[in-house]
């Protein structure tokens, strides 16, 4: 076997940076162990993924029990009874209308279903102008060349300039940086009229599709929207016939306190895309769903011209299954709105200590913490490398937060805490205790 000797060896391996990171080894619940046996409280769920936890004892036996009967069916060949049993308890707890499930392998993979499938739709129709999709700025809807194309993260973009599309960006709005002579309010409902300027002066007949994260993942650092702002996205919408996309993949499977995030406004969206918490970390696995009259128009006009080989996998969704049963039957919806709120507040005392953190936002167990001067609001200094920083100086602590580098002056850097939905009152004081230690750091040796 070729183990790597220490952590700075090379591995044929590689991910996005250089970073030479331990080996993981084991893990159980919210936390997670390195070759070297430092534990580590997974403060952020990998990357806001691991909803009920590691190797929780349901759902790995539900996997053991699949791959001893069928590992793998083609769907083209066979229907599979975990995909069937998924799909029924994914449309359960969807607003009613959005019934038809279709599976792939990840996030990027699930926006780039609902862009197609949206897209393929209006084809049909013989709305063949429709191709331009609206999005937001700031907002990550993933890696792959559509989903980057309605990406609002200009460090992601610029090497592939050329390579996607520029798609047209409305701004996020914000309850942070409320722009002068605005209401939390006023300001919510201006950027959602930045749709509509957008829709008229573009043609509601070119438009394919608004493409929105209910609360902000990674992108915006857990903003979420003022409830004036939904009821006119969703108005405008329906007035141009616009079809909306919910890209819940971060913030849906109960990681805000709700099943979906869009449950907190009631949207009536024309497709949804989950992935992360749905497949929990114990598989890859992603959906998108849809109305079936969309579907049906696209099934019966030669049937959907996009598919993945992974596409609903017996063992991804017989994990997806087990994972939707434990978030219902232990409650761990209500328990991210119960311990979301205790860490909440507790972050915001906290963060009263650093005139540096100049925001503490989100729901549920979606949490960040934005780095700004606290007077000013003015971002951090870039060669501060803030939320890198911190996050490094956390996993020194044994706990993992996921950072987020300022967008261009727009917003500072921030992190998201986002534990396991599992995580309980006590493990959520073990966590301010490690994160306490690592700001605190921080604080004594860059800002004095
Ligand atoms: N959409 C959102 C909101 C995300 O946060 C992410 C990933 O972080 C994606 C899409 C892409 O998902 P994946 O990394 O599984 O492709």
Not at 75 to 100: C, S, W
Not at 154 to 177: A, N, V
Request: one cysteine or more; hydrophobic letters at 40%; glycine letters at 10%.
């Amino acid at each position: 076997m070729n183990a790597l000797k220490n952590t700075t060896q090379k591995s044929p391996t590689f991910y996005i940076s250089h970073g030479h990171k331990p080996i993981a080894a084991h893990a159980n619940g919210i936390y997670i162990t390195a070759n070297d046996g430092k534990r580590y409280l997974d403060g952020c769920s990998g990357a806001a993924v691991v909803q009920v936890g590691h190797s929780h004892p349901a759902v790995l036996a539900a996997m053991h029990e699949q791959i001893d009967q069928l590992q793998f069916s083609y769907r083209t060949q066979f229907e599979n009874q975990p995909a069937i049993d998924l799909g029924y308890k994914i449309v359960a707890h969807m607003p009613p209308g959005l019934d038809r499930v279709f599976f792939v392998s990840g996030g990027s993979e699930a926006v780039e279903s609902a862009m197609k499938l949206v897209r393929q739709y209006h084809f049909h129709r013989g709305e063949h102008e429709r191709t331009i999709f609206i999005s937001r700025l700031p907002s990550y809807h993933g890696s792959t060349l559509g989903a980057l194309s309605l990406t609002g993260y200009q460090p992601l973009q610029k090497p592939f300039e050329g390579t996607y599309q520029l798609y047209p960006k409305i701004p996020s709005p914000t309850q942070y940086r409320i722009p002068e002579g605005h209401t939390a309010e006023s300001h919510a409902i201006a950027c959602a009229n930045e749709l509509e300027t957008n829709i008229l002066a573009i043609g509601a007949h070119r438009i394919a599709g608004f493409v929105v994260e209910p609360i902000g993942g990674a992108s915006t650092g857990a903003e979420v929207p003022h409830n004036s702002y939904f009821p006119r996205i969703q108005a405008i919408c329906k007035q141009y016939g616009i079809p909306l996309i919910l890209d819940e993949v971060l913030c849906g499977v109960g990681r805000t306190g709700r099943w979906l995030a869009a449950d907190y406004w009631q949207i009536d969206a024309d497709v949804i895309c989950l992935a992360k918490g749905l497949g929990a970390g114990y598989a890859p696995l992603a959906a998108i769903v849809a109305k079936d009259e969309m579907v049906e128009t696209v099934l019966s006009n030669g049937g959907f011209m996009h598919g993945f080989t992974y596409a609903g996998n017996p063992l991804a969704c017989a994990a997806g299954c087990a994972v939707l049963d434990v978030i219902d039957n232990e409650g761990l919806v209500e328990n991210a709105a119960k311990q979301g709120e205790y860490l909440l507040a507790q972050l915001q005392q906290l963060s009263e200590r650093f005139d540096w953190i100049g925001d503490v936002r989100g729901r549920g167990l979606l949490l960040a913490i934005e780095f700004a001067d606290k007077a000013s609001k003015t971002p951090l200094p870039n060669d501060w490398k803030v939320s890198q920083t911190i996050t490094d100086m956390a996993y020194d602590e044994g706990l993992l937060v996921y950072p987020r580098k300022s967008l261009n002056g727009i917003a500072g850097d921030h992190i998201l805490i986002a534990p396991p939905l599992i995580i309980t009152h006590a493990q959520c004081d073990e966590l301010l205790g490690l994160l306490t230690k690592a700001l605190t750091t921080f604080d004594t040796h860059y800002q004095k």
